[in-house]
Protein backbone atom coordinates (compact mmCIF):
# COMPACT_ATOMS: atom_id res chain seq x y z
CA UNK A 1 0.00 0.00 0.00
CA UNK A 2 1.50 3.37 -1.36
CA UNK A 3 1.15 6.40 0.84
CA UNK A 4 -1.07 8.62 -2.07
CA UNK A 5 -4.58 8.65 -3.49
CA UNK A 6 -6.11 9.45 -6.84
CA UNK A 7 -9.25 11.18 -6.73
CA UNK A 8 -12.02 11.44 -9.01
CA UNK A 9 -15.45 13.40 -10.03
CA UNK A 10 -14.12 16.50 -8.23
CA UNK A 11 -16.41 19.43 -8.55
CA UNK A 12 -15.09 21.38 -11.43
CA UNK A 13 -14.39 24.58 -9.11
CA UNK A 14 -12.63 22.82 -7.11
CA UNK A 15 -8.32 24.11 -6.81
CA UNK A 16 -5.96 22.43 -5.56
CA UNK A 17 -6.34 24.40 -2.28
CA UNK A 18 -9.58 23.37 -1.53
CA UNK A 19 -8.87 19.25 -2.56
CA UNK A 20 -6.52 19.93 0.50
CA UNK A 21 -8.85 21.69 2.85
CA UNK A 22 -11.06 18.22 2.36
CA UNK A 23 -8.57 15.90 3.16
CA UNK A 24 -6.16 17.58 5.22
CA UNK A 25 -7.61 16.25 8.48
CA UNK A 26 -6.27 12.57 7.54
CA UNK A 27 -2.74 13.37 7.88
CA UNK A 28 0.22 15.46 6.99
CA UNK A 29 -0.45 16.22 3.24
CA UNK A 30 3.36 16.46 1.15
CA UNK A 31 2.19 17.16 -2.37
CA UNK A 32 -1.00 17.32 -4.27
CA UNK A 33 -1.88 18.31 -7.78
CA UNK A 34 -5.42 18.58 -10.14
CA UNK A 35 -5.09 17.50 -13.66
CA UNK A 36 -5.59 20.09 -16.27
CA UNK A 37 -6.23 19.95 -19.68
CA UNK A 38 -5.49 22.39 -22.40
CA UNK A 39 -9.23 23.01 -23.49
CA UNK A 40 -10.69 22.68 -19.89
CA UNK A 41 -9.74 23.92 -16.41
CA UNK A 42 -10.45 20.96 -14.84
CA UNK A 43 -10.80 17.07 -15.70
CA UNK A 44 -12.18 16.73 -12.17
CA UNK A 45 -9.36 14.29 -10.70
CA UNK A 46 -5.98 15.19 -9.10
CA UNK A 47 -3.51 13.04 -7.02
CA UNK A 48 -2.60 13.95 -3.03
CA UNK A 49 0.39 12.26 -1.49
CA UNK A 50 0.36 12.13 2.49
CA UNK A 51 3.19 11.65 4.55
CA UNK A 52 2.68 8.36 5.50
CA UNK A 53 0.56 5.04 4.67
CA UNK A 54 -2.23 5.24 6.78
CA UNK A 55 -3.64 8.85 5.94
CA UNK A 56 -3.74 7.51 2.63
CA UNK A 57 -5.58 4.12 3.69
CA UNK A 58 -8.43 6.23 6.03
CA UNK A 59 -8.73 8.72 3.13
CA UNK A 60 -9.72 5.89 0.77
CA UNK A 61 -11.64 4.56 3.17
CA UNK A 62 -13.61 7.00 4.48
CA UNK A 63 -13.88 9.53 1.44
CA UNK A 64 -14.75 7.39 -1.60
CA UNK A 65 -18.69 7.29 -2.25
CA UNK A 66 -18.85 10.88 0.04
CA UNK A 67 -21.30 13.97 -1.99
CA UNK A 68 -18.74 16.91 -2.01
CA UNK A 69 -20.99 20.33 -3.32
CA UNK A 70 -22.83 19.58 -6.24
CA UNK A 71 -23.84 16.02 -4.64
CA UNK A 72 -21.21 14.65 -6.88
CA UNK A 73 -20.04 10.98 -5.36
CA UNK A 74 -16.19 11.03 -4.74
CA UNK A 75 -14.36 8.26 -6.53
CA UNK A 76 -11.12 7.46 -4.10
CA UNK A 77 -8.55 5.32 -4.70
CA UNK A 78 -5.05 4.23 -3.36
CA UNK A 79 -2.13 5.13 -5.99
CA UNK A 80 1.30 3.99 -6.17
CA UNK A 81 2.89 7.78 -6.88
CA UNK A 82 5.78 6.42 -8.34
CA UNK A 83 4.11 5.10 -11.31
CA UNK A 84 3.72 8.70 -12.90
CA UNK A 85 6.56 10.58 -11.66
CA UNK A 86 5.31 13.92 -13.06
CA UNK A 87 2.45 13.97 -10.65
CA UNK A 88 4.71 13.63 -7.76
CA UNK A 89 6.92 16.29 -6.11
CA UNK A 90 10.74 16.93 -7.81
CA UNK A 91 11.34 20.31 -5.66
CA UNK A 92 12.33 20.01 -2.20
CA UNK A 93 12.29 22.87 0.51
CA UNK A 94 15.13 23.63 2.41
CA UNK A 95 15.89 26.17 5.60
CA UNK A 96 17.72 26.64 8.88
CA UNK A 97 20.94 25.82 7.25
CA UNK A 98 24.43 27.57 7.48
CA UNK A 99 23.78 31.53 6.95
CA UNK A 100 26.83 31.72 4.77
CA UNK A 101 26.12 28.94 2.56
CA UNK A 102 25.05 29.88 -0.92
CA UNK A 103 23.90 28.38 -4.16
CA UNK A 104 27.22 26.51 -4.86
CA UNK A 105 26.77 25.10 -1.48
CA UNK A 106 23.43 24.18 -1.58
CA UNK A 107 24.04 22.17 -4.69
CA UNK A 108 27.19 20.52 -3.55
CA UNK A 109 25.13 19.38 -0.63
CA UNK A 110 22.16 17.78 -2.21
CA UNK A 111 24.31 16.56 -5.24
CA UNK A 112 24.48 13.08 -4.46
CA UNK A 113 20.76 11.94 -4.18
CA UNK A 114 20.77 12.63 -8.47
CA UNK A 115 20.60 15.29 -11.28
CA UNK A 116 19.51 19.01 -10.00
CA UNK A 117 17.93 21.24 -12.27
CA UNK A 118 18.24 23.85 -10.21
CA UNK A 119 18.82 25.17 -7.05
CA UNK A 120 18.60 29.07 -5.51
CA UNK A 121 18.55 30.35 -1.77
CA UNK A 122 16.97 33.40 -0.50
CA UNK A 123 17.30 35.87 2.18
CA UNK A 124 20.07 37.69 3.44
CA UNK A 125 23.80 36.30 4.82
CA UNK A 126 23.71 36.04 8.49
CA UNK A 127 19.98 36.41 8.88
CA UNK A 128 16.95 33.36 8.29
CA UNK A 129 17.41 31.57 4.93
CA UNK A 130 15.94 29.31 2.87
CA UNK A 131 15.94 27.79 -0.50
CA UNK A 132 15.00 24.98 -2.97
CA UNK A 133 16.30 22.56 -4.87
CA UNK A 134 14.51 20.82 -8.02
CA UNK A 135 15.24 17.30 -8.91
CA UNK A 136 14.68 15.96 -12.73
CA UNK A 137 13.42 13.04 -10.84
CA UNK A 138 10.66 12.29 -8.11
CA UNK A 139 12.61 9.77 -6.36
CA UNK A 140 15.99 11.86 -6.21
CA UNK A 141 13.83 14.27 -4.19
CA UNK A 142 11.84 11.84 -1.73
CA UNK A 143 15.56 10.40 -0.79
CA UNK A 144 16.77 13.86 -0.27
CA UNK A 145 14.11 14.49 2.31
CA UNK A 146 14.10 11.01 4.14
CA UNK A 147 17.93 11.36 4.01
CA UNK A 148 18.75 15.46 5.20
CA UNK A 149 15.53 16.32 7.00
CA UNK A 150 16.60 17.00 10.48
CA UNK A 151 20.25 16.29 9.56
CA UNK A 152 23.01 18.31 11.98
CA UNK A 153 24.91 20.57 9.60
CA UNK A 154 27.78 22.84 10.50
CA UNK A 155 26.15 22.21 14.24
CA UNK A 156 22.31 23.16 12.67
CA UNK A 157 19.45 20.70 11.96
CA UNK A 158 18.41 21.57 9.01
CA UNK A 159 14.58 21.07 7.57
CA UNK A 160 13.86 19.29 4.07
CA UNK A 161 10.87 18.96 3.11
CA UNK A 162 8.48 18.46 -0.30
CA UNK A 163 8.17 22.03 -1.69
CA UNK A 164 4.68 23.00 -1.66
CA UNK A 165 2.91 26.02 -4.10
CA UNK A 166 2.86 28.86 -1.81
CA UNK A 167 -1.33 29.05 -2.35
CA UNK A 168 -1.31 25.53 -0.83
CA UNK A 169 1.43 26.25 1.72
CA UNK A 170 -0.48 28.94 3.43
CA UNK A 171 -3.50 27.30 2.93
CA UNK A 172 -2.25 24.32 4.86
CA UNK A 173 -0.60 26.61 7.44
CA UNK A 174 -3.79 28.54 8.04
CA UNK A 175 -5.76 25.70 8.73
CA UNK A 176 -3.48 23.88 10.64
CA UNK A 177 -4.28 23.24 14.63
CA UNK A 178 -0.87 25.12 15.72
CA UNK A 179 -1.86 28.45 13.36
CA UNK A 180 -5.68 27.92 14.96
CA UNK A 181 -4.01 28.02 18.49
CA UNK A 182 -2.09 30.58 17.74
CA UNK A 183 -5.28 32.66 16.39
CA UNK A 184 -6.94 32.06 19.99
CA UNK A 185 -4.37 32.87 21.68
CA UNK A 186 -3.74 36.38 19.98
CA UNK A 187 -7.34 36.79 20.54
CA UNK A 188 -7.76 36.37 23.80
CA UNK A 189 -8.30 39.33 25.94
CA UNK A 190 -6.58 38.87 29.46
CA UNK A 191 -7.94 41.54 31.17
CA UNK A 192 -11.71 41.00 30.41
CA UNK A 193 -13.83 38.17 31.66
CA UNK A 194 -16.31 35.68 30.04
CA UNK A 195 -18.55 35.17 33.07
CA UNK A 196 -20.82 32.01 32.72
CA UNK A 197 -23.80 31.05 34.62
CA UNK A 198 -25.14 34.23 36.47
CA UNK A 199 -28.38 34.12 38.14
CA UNK A 200 -30.97 35.27 35.62
CA UNK A 201 -31.99 37.97 37.55
CA UNK A 202 -28.78 39.32 38.12
CA UNK A 203 -28.03 43.44 37.47
CA UNK A 204 -25.28 44.74 36.11
CA UNK A 205 -24.09 46.86 39.11
CA UNK A 206 -24.56 43.61 41.20
CA UNK A 207 -22.20 41.60 38.63
CA UNK A 208 -19.62 44.59 38.96
CA UNK A 209 -19.70 44.30 42.63
CA UNK A 210 -19.03 41.02 42.53
CA UNK A 211 -15.70 41.92 40.72
CA UNK A 212 -14.72 44.82 42.55
CA UNK A 213 -12.64 43.87 45.38
CA UNK A 214 -10.11 42.53 42.62
CA UNK A 215 -8.85 45.94 40.81
CA UNK A 216 -10.63 48.69 38.70
CA UNK A 217 -13.26 48.55 36.55
CA UNK A 218 -13.43 49.48 32.72
CA UNK A 219 -16.97 48.07 32.15
CA UNK A 220 -19.43 45.47 33.11
CA UNK A 221 -22.18 44.01 30.72
CA UNK A 222 -24.46 41.08 30.95
CA UNK A 223 -25.71 39.92 27.64
CA UNK A 224 -29.55 39.95 27.20
CA UNK A 225 -31.98 38.74 24.74
CA UNK A 226 -34.29 41.29 22.76
CA UNK A 227 -36.90 41.14 25.50
CA UNK A 228 -34.33 42.22 27.78
CA UNK A 229 -33.90 38.90 30.17
CA UNK A 230 -30.15 37.90 30.53
CA UNK A 231 -28.78 34.79 29.06
CA UNK A 232 -27.10 33.74 31.90
CA UNK A 233 -23.75 35.24 31.20
CA UNK A 234 -21.73 38.60 30.47
CA UNK A 235 -18.60 40.64 31.03
CA UNK A 236 -15.95 42.13 33.34
CA UNK A 237 -13.05 44.17 31.70
CA UNK A 238 -10.46 45.02 33.88
CA UNK A 239 -8.10 48.35 33.60
CA UNK A 240 -5.31 45.78 34.59
CA UNK A 241 -4.32 42.11 33.40
CA UNK A 242 -2.97 41.49 36.85
CA UNK A 243 -6.27 42.28 38.70
CA UNK A 244 -8.09 40.09 35.59
CA UNK A 245 -6.00 37.23 36.53
CA UNK A 246 -6.71 37.31 40.36
CA UNK A 247 -10.57 37.49 40.07
CA UNK A 248 -10.56 34.64 37.42
CA UNK A 249 -8.24 32.80 40.19
CA UNK A 250 -10.68 33.76 42.72
CA UNK A 251 -14.14 33.63 41.28
CA UNK A 252 -13.92 30.39 38.91
CA UNK A 253 -15.93 27.85 40.11
CA UNK A 254 -16.99 30.39 43.14
CA UNK A 255 -20.59 29.37 44.59
CA UNK A 256 -22.88 32.56 43.80
CA UNK A 257 -26.36 31.72 45.25
CA UNK A 258 -28.06 28.87 43.65
CA UNK A 259 -25.05 28.88 41.21
CA UNK A 260 -21.62 28.05 39.89
CA UNK A 261 -19.69 30.82 38.50
CA UNK A 262 -17.59 29.38 35.35
CA UNK A 263 -14.90 31.86 34.54
CA UNK A 264 -12.46 32.41 31.76
CA UNK A 265 -10.54 35.31 29.53
CA UNK A 266 -12.80 36.31 26.67
CA UNK A 267 -11.72 35.42 23.15
CA UNK A 268 -12.83 35.76 19.75
CA UNK A 269 -16.04 33.25 19.02
CA UNK A 270 -14.45 32.07 15.58
CA UNK A 271 -11.08 31.45 17.01
CA UNK A 272 -12.21 29.24 19.92
CA UNK A 273 -14.69 27.25 17.19
CA UNK A 274 -11.70 26.94 14.91
CA UNK A 275 -9.48 25.65 17.17
CA UNK A 276 -12.18 23.99 18.47
CA UNK A 277 -12.88 22.31 15.37
CA UNK A 278 -9.42 21.33 14.31
CA UNK A 279 -8.56 19.95 18.05
CA UNK A 280 -11.76 17.62 17.81
CA UNK A 281 -10.49 16.58 14.53
CA UNK A 282 -6.93 15.67 15.57
CA UNK A 283 -7.99 13.86 18.41
CA UNK A 284 -10.56 11.94 15.95
CA UNK A 285 -7.77 11.09 13.95
CA UNK A 286 -5.57 9.61 16.65
CA UNK A 287 -8.13 7.37 17.98
CA UNK A 288 -8.73 5.99 14.09
CA UNK A 289 -5.02 5.49 13.86
CA UNK A 290 -4.61 3.54 17.07
CA UNK A 291 -7.62 1.45 15.79
CA UNK A 292 -6.04 1.22 12.50
CA UNK A 293 -2.43 -0.35 13.77
CA UNK A 294 -4.95 -3.05 15.76
CA UNK A 295 -6.06 -3.60 13.06
CA UNK A 296 -3.23 -4.23 10.83
CA UNK A 297 -1.97 -6.16 14.47
CA UNK A 298 -4.63 -8.33 14.28
CA UNK A 299 -4.67 -8.83 10.20
CA UNK A 300 -0.74 -9.89 11.03
CA UNK A 301 -1.56 -12.33 13.87
CA UNK A 302 -4.96 -13.51 12.81
CA UNK A 303 -3.87 -16.38 10.12
CA UNK A 304 -1.65 -17.88 12.60
CA UNK A 305 -3.39 -21.12 13.33
CA UNK A 306 -3.23 -23.32 17.08
CA UNK A 307 -0.90 -26.05 17.13
CA UNK A 308 -1.35 -29.00 19.16
CA UNK A 309 0.89 -29.29 21.88
CA UNK A 310 1.46 -32.81 21.03
CA UNK A 311 2.22 -31.95 17.28
CA UNK A 312 4.57 -29.34 18.34
CA UNK A 313 6.37 -31.48 20.79
CA UNK A 314 7.41 -34.29 18.37
CA UNK A 315 8.41 -31.49 15.55
CA UNK A 316 10.81 -30.21 18.13
CA UNK A 317 12.15 -33.29 19.39
CA UNK A 318 12.85 -34.42 15.86
CA UNK A 319 15.09 -31.18 15.10
CA UNK A 320 17.23 -31.21 18.55
Given amino acids: MQNAIHVQN ?15 RYGKILCASIEIDKNDPSVCEGYIQFQDQVSAYRSAREMNGVE ?5 PLIVKKYAM ?19 WDDCDLFKTFTPFGNILKVHILGKKDKSRYGYVKYELHSSA ?15 KITV ?7 VREHLVKNSLEYAEKALEKSTQRNNLHVRNLPKDMSDEQ ?15 IVRDEHFKSKGFGFVAFKTEAAAAQALKRLNNFPYESKILEISYKQDKDARENFLRL ?12 NYKKEQRYASTGALQFIPFSIYSHTAKKHK
Fill in 10 to 24: LDPDVDVAQMCDIFR
Fill in 68 to 72: IRLRR
Fill in 82 to 100: QNVANEAFTKVFVKNFNSQ
Fill in 142 to 156: KIAVAEMNDKVIDGK
Fill in 161 to 167: EPFLEKE
Fill in 207 to 221: LKDLFKRFGEIVSVK
Fill in 279 to 290: KFSESKNDVKEN
